[in-house]
């Protein structure tokens, strides 16, 4: 059989900007144009409200996501629709995504199905490669800065071997492992928001 292509990848903040740019250029890598991306995503009232609280609730696992998604790169605006859940476990997705040049009205729809929002984040990224390293380099409204890095590999890759590879350049980027990021935008913005509140 043919082998499985997986997607490896790790994420850091990013606490001293410029020093990283400045690291980045002088290993040759070439960040492209800034892309925005405005995320608005929506989910089932008990589900957001589980996460929000730290209370998860029972279906969170297999419950239905609802993301409105504005790119903006250059003078070319574009939105999309997508519909993602996890099935029992998940690694394994199911992902729907439309374009969708009303995004206002598509809210209006998903707010009438009884979705409520869970997160609402604008982030600008700027991707690049280091050999067959993918690099994004995000800006997060509210959140600051990360950098990601993500490798292409088959199944049969020992996940270890690569994440080390990926932390090896991430450190020669002067970024230490105690910045690793494991959660999504949309959780660090909901516990900073807890936070805030506490």
């Known amino acids: 059989g043919r082998a499985i292509v997986r997607e ?7 606490r ?7 690291a980045l250029g002088e290993k040759g890598v070439v960040l492209g144009e800034p892309i ?3 995320d608005r995503v929506y989910g089932v009232p008990e589900v957001v409200c589980g996460r929000q609280t730290k209370q998860p609730v ?24 997508t519909l993602k859940r996890s099935r029992a476990a998940h690694l394994d997705k199911i992902e729907h995504e439309v374009e969708a040049n009303d995004p206002d009205g598509v809210v209006n729809i998903i707010k009438e199905l009884g979705f409520i929002e869970y997160s609402d984040i604008t ?31 088959t199944d049969e890759t020992s996940y270890e071997v690569v994440a080390s590879e990926l ?20 959780v660090l913005m909901t516990e900073q928001l807890l936070d805030r509140m506490a």
């Open 123 to 153: 982030k600008t990224r700027r991707k690049g490669k280091i050999g067959d390293i993918e690099v994004c380099f995000d800006d997060v409204k509210d959140l600051g800065d990360f950098i990601e890095l993500e490798k292409l590999t």
């Open 58 to 81: 029972s279906g969170d696992a297999t419950s239905p996501w609802l993301r409105i998604r504005t790119e903006i790169a250059g003078d070319k605006k574009m939105h999309y629709f």
């Open 36 to 38: 925005t991306q405005h």
């Open 16 to 22: 001293q900007k410029e020093a990283v740019l400045r």
């Open 167 to 186: 932390w090896e350049t991430l450190q020669n980027l002067g970024i230490h492992r105690t910045d690793e990021v494991t959660k999504g935008y949309d």
């Open 8 to 14: 490896i990848e790790i994420k850091a903040r990013v």
